[in-house]
């Protein structure tokens, strides 16, 4: 799978809550309590394992989660990144 471009990227990232941080793109969630942030992140894992494309998982403070993506294999982002992107923004 190809890289996308910067404009293909930003383009990807307009209106969403992500946000790119060099050859990734993350984004943060703050859940109301501990356990929210765990069945988020689990909610996450199910669309990922489907995908077979996995981002990166921080659980943080006692509600919050990071995600990051890329295309490991690639060095950088791809159409992957974003689709899975779009499939996370809908659980929320």
Do not use: C
């Amino acid at each position: 799978m190809p890289l996308l471009t910067d404009e293909q990227i930003a383009d990807g990232l307009h209106d969403s809550g992500w946000r790119r941080e060099g050859d990734a793109i993350a984004r943060d969630w703050k859940l109301d309590d501990f356990a929210g942030a765990i069945a988020f992140v689990d909610e996450v894992a199910q669309l990922a394992e489907e995908a077979n494309h996995h981002p990166d998982i921080l659980v943080h403070g006692w509600n919050k989660v990071r995600l990051t993506l890329s295309t490991h294999s690639e060095g950088g982002i791809t159409a992957a990144d974003l689709a899975l992107a779009g499939r996370i923004d809908a659980l929320r």
